[in-house]
């Protein structure tokens, strides 16, 4: 390494060349989900793909939540109970003693 100044003392250079040598591969980021692979791509496009990526998952979430059955469908095949409101956060539960 080549000395620049005297602005850090040597064991805080010491400590962060360790620390820089322990540092995990990009590779290993990527496969990990903590960077983004975006080889093959030029960088200016890098936000466009991801916006369409964005977008096009909240396309298909959409379609799926309008597929998916009504309560008053689940109530008629026996999945949901018939007096709870399946939009509440909450149901009323009484017992009798």
């Known amino acids: 390494m080549t000395e620049r100044s005297n602005s850090f003392d040597q ?7 360790k620390r820089l040598s322990q540092r995990p591969e990009k590779t290993d980021l990527v496969d990990r ?17 991801e916006k369409l990526q964005r977008s096009q ?7 799926a939540l309008q597929q998916r059955p009504k309560p008053e ?5 026996g999945i949901l109970l018939g007096e709870r409101n399946p939009l509440s956060p909450c149901t009323k539960l009484t017992i009798d003693i």
């Open 73 to 77: 469908e689940l109530v008629k095949e």
């Open 57 to 63: 998952l909240e396309d298909k979430l959409g379609q």
């Open 11 to 17: 064991e805080t250079v010491n400590k962060l060349e």
């Open 33 to 49: 989900n903590i960077l983004k692979d975006d080889k093959g791509i030029a960088p200016s496009l890098v936000a466009a793909k």
